[in-house]
């Protein structure tokens, strides 16, 4: 008899009786409570940024497109059809792998994973399971020094989107989401606390933002995580885990943590034991529920893709993508910090790269931070972002506004800062000009605006102007001029804030307060 040795078979089994490395950490020892760990570990489902679905021509779905209009008859699984691998979404899987430390493998695999749902077309999903992407590496957390290992990192299909219409108590499938390309990122359960998984979900989204390879929006459904938490007390073997699945949010997500240790604590205090489920979240009571238990759960009867030959990875690829990856969030931060930035400001730049900015297929190079790099050139660091965080943020802000919406070119806003520090317009003049440019779209050239919109600063030389401004201030509000004359001083600040708006900001601030002064001393 020929026995013909199966490799899938051989690293499924390997995974299923290997042991697994116990990572041991420090106790914590939380007030809530107390004397009892919490281990957490977390699967997240990354949609890869592409242009295309992962084996399909089919575009990739954006929010609010018409239902069933961006699917392939692979897509919809018609019998006949063939998978063609998308290069892009395995370059940025690799650009993710190598941003989080891990070995990105020579050779992986595709694997049909089987369940029947109305959400899933071809009755399987096509996965690395057994023979992933690539293996190891760790995340550091931005709050403390901890560091999250990775078990790995595979491709998958994603599956179409159900909803449910309770009028018509029917569901309805849409397809435009399915066979788009997904990453599963799955970490190892270093976590002890809900906060450390939110830390961990939104380090992973600056990350995957910071390479191009997912927008990392929750809200939207691209970036989903599924939970796993036991608990045990301290210097005891873990205790049973339960998954919580498809929290889309990270205060959820913190929350459903919170709630699952205290369901876990109230049951063993009890005498009972926890039993292996998968649970959902209940938003509004705030405390998950059981969807299954284990022993509930499908047998996915995984196999070898037979129309899938191997992903054979060579070492000059991996090192390509490498060389010319982009700079990662520590990277950015650092170097901002380098350049006179404070810990606030920095962390707003960082923070306006919300998802949104992020290009298809790796493109890069449009969210605040490369607006900022650009605008500090030859101009100083910390002048420029006050102008970017406080002045140009601040004002999208009010207008409901995301950065991706800024009208405000860089030469624009630069020309502007250009103008203020030359004293050319006033501070107060500029902020103005910049509220005229973002709320009429002007392509102008702000010195044009200012000419135009009689906004350049009033010469020193020029005290007539500022004299009569700071004449009409003080006949306009005449108890504030006599408290000025009785000894308060604090008072001019209001005289000084009178001759701005009267005159729109031309005039120079200190320069008013020294003309009031001298009036109100005749």
Not at 8 to 20: E, F, K, N, T, V
Not at 122 to 143: F, M, V, W
Not at 314 to 336: A, G, H
Not at 348 to 361: I, N, R, T, Y
Request: proline share 5%.
């Amino acid at each position: 008899m020929l026995v013909r040795r199966c490799p899938w078979r051989s690293i499924q089994l390997h995974q299923l009786w290997c042991p697994r490395q116990i990572h041991t950490r420090e106790a914590i020892h939380d007030k809530r409570w107390p004397g009892w760990q919490v281990i957490i570990g977390i699967e997240v489902h990354a949609q890869i940024k592409s242009r295309r679905k992962l084996f399909s021509e089919s575009s990739t779905s954006c929010p609010g497109e018409i239902p069933n209009t961006t699917v392939s008859t692979f897509d919809s699984a018609f019998p006949g059809t063939l998978p063609t691998l998308n290069p892009k979404c395995v370059e940025l899987a690799v650009r993710t792998a190598l941003a989080l430390n891990s070995k990105v493998h020579h050779q992986s695999a595709f694997d049909r994973k089987h369940y029947f749902y109305s959400d899933l077309p071809a009755g399987y999903q096509i996965t690395q399971r057994y023979s992933p992407l690539a293996s190891g590496g760790y995340l550091k957390l931005s709050k403390g020094d901890v560091s999250v290992g990775i078990q790995q990192i595979q491709l998958e299909q994603d599956t179409a989107k159900s909803t449910f219409d309770g009028l018509r108590r029917t569901s309805l499938i849409d397809l435009n989401r399915a066979g788009s390309g997904l990453m599963e990122i799955v970490s190892e359960p270093h976590m002890r606390s809900p906060e450390e998984a939110a830390d961990y979900v939104r380090t992973l989204q600056a990350v995957l933002r910071c390479v191009g390879s997912s927008d990392g929006n929750m809200e939207q459904g691209s970036f989903r995580c599924d939970v796993n938490v036991s608990i045990n007390k301290h210097g005891q073997p873990h205790g049973t885990r339960c998954e919580i699945k498809n929290l889309n949010s990270v205060k959820f997500m913190t929350v459903a943590i919170t709630s699952e240790v205290f369901r876990h604590i109230e049951l063993l205090e009890s005498g009972y034991s926890v039993s292996q489920d998968t649970r959902g979240f209940d938003e509004n009571k705030a405390e998950t529920f059981k969807l299954r238990s284990k022993a509930d759960s499908p047998d996915y009867r995984y196999m070898p893709d037979p129309n899938i030959p191997p992903l054979l990875l060579s070492e000059e690829y991996i090192e390509t993508i490498r060389k010319t990856m982009p700079d990662l969030p520590d990277t950015t931060r650092v170097r901002l910090r380098n350049l006179g930035l404070s810990e606030r400001d920095t962390d707003v730049l960082m923070a306006v790269d919300s998802g949104h900015e992020v290009g298809f297929d790796g493109e890069l190079g449009k969210g605040a931070v490369t607006y900022f790099d650009s605008l500090a050139q030859q101009r100083d660091p910390r002048v420029v972002v006050n102008w970017m965080t406080h002045e140009l943020i601040g004002q999208l802000t009010a207008r409901k506004e995301t950065f991706s919406d800024n009208p405000v070119s860089v030469e624009q806003l630069g020309e502007l800062i250009d103008l203020v520090q030359d004293g050319k317009i006033t501070g107060t003049s500029g902020k103005l000009l910049l509220k005229h440019i973002i709320a009429n779209r002007s392509s102008s050239a702000p010195s044009v605006l200012a000419r135009e919109l009689s906004l350049e600063a009033v010469s020193e030389d020029d005290n007539a102007s500022t004299r009569a401004w700071c004449v009409e201030a003080i006949e306009a509000l005449p108890e504030e001029a006599e408290a000025v004359r009785q000894g308060n001083p604090r008072v001019l600040n209001k005289l000084v804030g009178k001759v701005m708006q009267l005159s729109r900001g031309r005039a120079d601030a200190q320069n008013a307060r020294v003309v009031l002064e001298d009036v109100l001393r005749r």
